[in-house]
């Protein structure tokens, strides 16, 4: 038997004895070593997910051991240390086949979940394609970084992000912090936007150029005037006191949080990170002319959000959503882990053992903590 975490309803995991699953041919079954909490988790957890059937298994950011190979396995063995994520494309449907492999028909209903449990079976098809030896320079930890950092990987991989760009990361969560991480690491001048302090200054610390504190009044929003961010806002940026005009209202008001804020709101790319409508809509007001907004974090489906339509027209601006990731992508997350450049651990809050993944997620819904280890 083994314990597993499920979740209940909104609000109650529970850890229930189950049979530890059996792996038939081609599956593996693995000895979970860490799992990691993720913001879909936190959504599922707080009021529940499209995508997370209630109740059921929870968790998807994992690595471990493998416990038992099933028939037909010849590149893992009983013992070794893997990495993985929880889908993979069926590479038969017209997407497949089109090579739009995130888009896949199948591989939303043929992901799996459970990576907060003491097992996980993981079918044929995510073996061939996306499971990873671990090197043994990298903890359990880190190596379960690999789902998270493939959907990042993907945004990125949309955009030519040179040395030097200057990229604007909306949201300082785990998904925000990957972001800046990751854009650190192609040169880029990165500015974190947050309306939480704290969360800003660990993004200072993992190395943001320059941290935007929000504080906006989003309910007095006109929608049908967006007036660009234009750099008369900056001579207020200098001084966040100076009392706004009635233009400015119109704006989300921003206030640099340390000393030496951005030149401007010319930023060659914005990264949304919240999944919030309203932040949905104001993103392009930070982006320059012919520059890119990539709108990564979801918001509840049934959103619908409204452009000024000379923004996308005169000024060119691009809107690009983006969704998972390719088993391409995921090779490329697995090698930037093993290289270790990232250091990723910096993002884990602290660890819990399983019969305490309900208090990981309380936690992390009263805003104590970014991303939390869960070791079985
Ligand atoms: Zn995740
Ligand atoms: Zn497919």
Redesign the pocket.
């Known amino acids: 038997m083994m314990r597993a975490g499920i979740l209940v309803k909104p609000g109650i995991i529970e850890l229930r004895e189950t049979e530890v699953p059996k792996p038939s041919q081609g599956e593996l079954l693995v000895k979970i070593k860490a799992a990691?909490t993720?913001?879909?988790?936190l959504k599922a957890f707080r009021r529940g997910h499209p995508v997370i059937p209630m109740p059921g298994l929870f968790g998807?950011?994992f690595s471990g051991i493998v416990a038992k190979v099933g028939r037909g396995i010849t590149r893992f063995k009983k013992g070794d240390a893997i990495m993985a994520v929880h889908s993979a494309p069926c590479l038969a449907c017209r997407y497949c086949r089109k090579k739009l492999y995130n888009l896949c028909e199948n591989i939303m209903h043929t992901k799996i979940l459970g990576a907060f449990a003491e097992y996980i079976l993981l079918p044929p098809h995510i073996v061939r394609q996306n499971v990873f030896h671990k090197p043994p320079n990298l903890s359990f930890e880190e190596a379960a970084f690999l789902?998270?950092l493939s959907?990042v990987v993907h945004g990125l991989e949309s955009v030519p992000v040179r040395q030097n760009d200057d990229a604007l990361v909306i949201g300082s969560g785990p998904i925000g912090l990957l972001h800046l991480l990751l854009l650190k690491e192609k040169g880029a001048m990165v500015s974190v936007m947050d309306k939480h302090e704290d969360k800003l200054k660990k993004a200072k610390k993992l190395g943001a150029d320059h941290v935007l504190l929000f504080k906006g009044n989003v309910v007095n929003y006109n929608k049908s005037v967006i007036p660009r961010l234009d750099r008369g806002i900056q001579k207020k940026l200098d001084n966040p006191d100076t009392p706004y005009n009635d233009k400015m209202l119109n704006t989300p008001v921003v206030v640099a949080e340390i000393k030496n804020s951005p030149r401007d709101f010319d930023f060659d790319y914005v990264f949304e990170c919240t999944g919030m409508p309203d932040v949905w809509e104001t993103s392009v007001n930070y982006v320059r002319r012919g520059g890119t907004v990539i709108l990564f974090g979801g918001c509840k489906s049934g959103t619908i959000v409204t452009y000024n339509t000379e923004r996308l027209h005169y000024d060119e601006i691009t809107l690009k959503g983006v969704f998972h990731y390719t088993p391409a992508d995921v090779k490329k997350a697995y090698k930037l882990l093993c290289n270790k450049n990232l250091n990723v651990s910096r993002l884990i809050s602290g660890r819990f053992p399983l019969n305490q993944t309900q208090k990981a997620f309380e936690n992390l819904s009263k805003g104590i903590g970014i991303k939390y280890a869960i070791v079985p």
């Open positions: 990691l993720c913001g879909t988790d998807h950011e789902e998270p959907c």
